[in-house]
């Protein structure tokens, strides 16, 4: 899945979107390092893309990357945030998700993405359930 390089930062990443792979996603990031919208947005789709696929190792510091950002950066931030405790669920490292979804919390109000707070709260309860064995619902034919 080679990707054509464009001219410019905004070519390359309106063809990532028509295209939608991470290697496309790549390329902007590549391309457009001095672009840092650009090239911050397309970190958030690789993110996206990522743990879509279960490719957690490939998504952690991505969203490493966007957590250290400056204050002002809430949004991006609260995404990397939530991203890490999405991916480090998925990863089993419940201690270290709780942990993530417990610094997320003051971010919270900055995350705009629907798909992602979902995936957070299915994250949350898999954290739960590991964590507290003992507050899952009994298997059926017990109790």
């Known amino acids: 899945g080679a ?16 295209l939608n792979t991470p290697e496309a996603w790549r390329a902007v990031v590549d391309f457009a390092p001095t672009d840092e919208y650009l090239s911050r947005r397309a970190k ?3 993110i996206r893309l990522y743990l ?8 952690l510091p991505l969203c490493d990357e966007l957590v250290a950002l ?3 950066e809430a949004e991006l931030r609260a995404f990397g945030q939530a ?9 089993g490292l ?7 979804i417990a610094a997320f919390q003051s971010l919270s109000d900055e995350l705009h993405d629907n798909a992602l707070r979902e995936r957070l709260k299915a994250a949350e309860q898999k954290n739960n359930q590991s964590l507290n064995p003992k507050e899952s619902p009994s298997p059926p034919g017990e109790g």
């Open 44 to 46: 958030q789709q690789l």
């Open 52 to 59: 879509a696929d279960g490719n957690y190792d490939a998504a």
């Open 83 to 91: 991203g890490r405790a999405v991916a480090l669920s998925g990863k």
């Open 70 to 72: 400056d204050s002002k």
């Open 94 to 100: 419940f201690t270290d998700s709780a942990q993530a």
């Open 3 to 18: 990707v054509a390089s464009e001219k410019t930062p905004l070519l390359q990443y309106f063809q990532a979107t028509r």
